[in-house]
């Protein structure tokens, strides 16, 4: 199929179609475009959009600014803060050190994790697998220890062992689902140990490489990075008139295994190429990483939903000033990448979006 490209101020197609009609590839690409321009026309989205089928690009949009204070207009290969999917990529890791017999899913973190983290009674009770799938008990280090600190301590994986000493845990671990960035973070403990690398040299390594991501990264925000959108979030109506603020000083200095690193759409498509073809792990690696785990539509380290048009994998992302979604339909071949450097943005559209792939005929 050829690729559309539909700008915005040429767009005269208005949808019109019931809910239950399905919809050509044209179709969708029309509503799709239509319903983005709708969010832009009231700024309610900034970023960019990517829709393909397979390994062919159908559909990509770059909107909104990188910069409100430059004027510089975000583009295709602006690079996003991901929030919380950079979950995929430390569990894909976790799943190739596995396939290579360097650990296994039952192994109790204490192997990997020394009690400078957490106290052994905790940790023996905690296996890799836990931690995968968000039932291990722990919580988040966006805590209040983190909420006092400067960002500026935060660079390597070692430096948030301040935010995780003294954690407690909610329940017996695999007792129930709880979603935790403490337990992702602790995944990149075990890449470290297990590797004996840097846990983002790894990341570097074993998945944008070989994808061919080649702007991805946890970019060290108090350094200049090019083409990087900035987060910026609306304050409440009030004195300040509901005006932008951008997100610099609230979120991580650097990003790491639970999130906060930064890609392209064009580089999550790649990943998710990269995954489906095998290229990355295996296909008994990727069922397990792809399988809803504990009935929470969660596998090892991905977001898995059972729809009415097929499984579709991937994981979003959240925080102020940061939303991003990456929606892999396994059934129907369709992939969605959606970044936005405005809160929540990205969901709204991508799950609009992901409403319009399910209506898709073959």
Partial sequence: MKRLTIPFALLLVTTTLQASESLTREQLIEAVAERTASMVEGDGFSGTVLIAEGDEILWTTAVGEASKRFHVSNRLDTKFNLGSMNKMFTSTVVALLAEEGKLTY???????????????????????????????????????????????LFRAVDDYKPLVQGDTLAFEPGSRYQYSNTGMLLLGVVIEKVTGEDYFEVIRKRIYEPAGMKNSDSYEMDRPVENLAIGYDRG???????????????????????????????????????????ELVSVSSLD?????????????????????SGKIVGHSGGFSGISASL??????????????????????????????????AD
Wanted: glycine content about 12%; proline content about 3%; charged content about 20%.
């Fill in 288 to 308: 397990l990483l792809w399988t809803d785990q504990v009935g929470a539509n969660y596998g090892f380290g991905f977001a898995v939903a059972d729809s009415s």
């Fill in 327 to 360: 929606d892999i339909h396994v059934d129907q071949g369709f992939i969605v990448a959606v970044l936005s450097n405005y809160s929540q943005a990205a969901g709204i559209l991508a799950r609009d979006i992901r409403g319009l792939v399910q209506r898709t």
């Fill in 106 to 152: 039952e192994d109790p973190i204490a192997k990997y994790v020394d009690e400078s983290w957490l106290p052994k009674q905790m940790t023996e009770r905690i296996s890799v697998r836990h931690l995968l799938t968000h039932t291990s008990g722990l919580g988040s280090y966006f805590n209040q220890t983190y909420m006092e600190s400067s960002r500026m």
């Fill in 236 to 278: 409440e109506p009030g004195e300040s008139g509901g005006e932008w603020h951008n997100n610099i000083y609230m979120h991580v200095l650097k990003g790491g295994p639970a999130g906060g690193g930064f890609s392209t759409v064009e580089d999550l498509h790649r990943f998710a190429l990269a995954m489906l073809s095998g």
